[in-house]
């Protein structure tokens, strides 16, 4: 049971550059969300969704993208990667519910220079 | 706005001895749950327990314990006979309404357990 696949775990990129991280699930769960984590910040929400083709903003929503277009995927854009986005970034899913703990990717370390 | 706060940056513990990692936080909405999650230096973020806010009694997983002190706005994480495994950052979290909107977290405690 792979759980929350998150890929890549590492990646550089350069001021303006664009890219995709991916995550899916084989969970089943309906709910699906994107945080970064910085240093001293705990963690905190990008986007989420709460079900196929449903999608809404968290709490640090700029300079992202989201679409989910399965139950399973849940893929966070960077349109103009900027040195500020540099964190680490995990996506999460779970059945939704106020009780439902989140379950975990492993994480992708992203640096931009 | 919900803000969990967590007041100890970092902790030196002996091994062997309980541990209590402090949680307070701040909400109106008289239905919410509370989470503790465990990240290790590896880096995952491992889900350790939960506690709703209209659970009569305090959570219990192993040997983790959680001290929900409603009026208090309080749910300290405590660790009985702590071990060498359980250093890492520990974070407190919170979810409200139907849980759709995410958790918001604490900047987290770092543990260390020591010989």
């Known amino acids: 049971n792979a759980g929350v696949t998150q890929t890549p775990k590492f990646q550089v990129l350069k001021t303006g550059q664009s890219m995709t991280l991916q995550c899916a699930q084989d969970?089943?769960?309906?709910?699906m969300s994107w945080y970064r984590q910085d240093p001293g910040m705990g963690l905190r929400l990008i986007h989420y969704?709460?079900?196929?083709?449903?999608?809404d903003q968290g709490e640090v929503p700029n300079g992202y993208n989201v679409s989910r277009s399965t139950t399973e995927d849940f893929p966070l854009r960077l349109l103009s990667a900027a040195p500020s986005q540099t964190s680490v970034y995990f996506c999460?899913?779970?059945?939704?519910?106020?009780?439902?703990?989140?379950?975990f990717g492993n994480g992708t370390r992203l640096t931009v220079t | 706005a919900q803000k969990i706060t967590q007041t100890q940056p970092g902790m030196f513990v002996q091994e062997k001895e309980a541990v209590t990692l402090d949680c307070t936080y701040d909400?109106?909405?008289?239905?919410?749950?509370l989470f503790w999650y465990k990240q290790p230096s590896s880096g995952e973020m491992i889900f350790l327990i939960y506690?709703?806010?209209?659970?009569?009694q305090n959570a219990t997983e192993g040997r983790y314990s959680l001290n929900f002190q409603k009026a208090r706005k309080s749910a300290n994480l405590v660790i009985s006979a702590s071990q060498l495994g359980d250093s890492a950052m520990y974070f407190c979290?919170?979810?409200?309404?139907?849980?759709?909107?995410?958790?918001?977290f604490g900047k987290g405690t770092h543990l260390i357990i020591q010989p």
């Open positions: 999460a899913s779970s059945f939704g519910l106020q009780h439902s703990p989140l379950h």
């Open positions: 909400t109106s909405d008289p239905s919410y749950g």
């Open positions: 506690q709703g806010s209209y659970d009569q």
């Open positions: 969704s709460v079900g196929a083709g449903i999608t």
């Open positions: 969970m089943n769960h309906e709910y």
């Open positions: 979290a919170m979810s409200l309404g139907g849980g759709a909107d995410g958790l918001t």
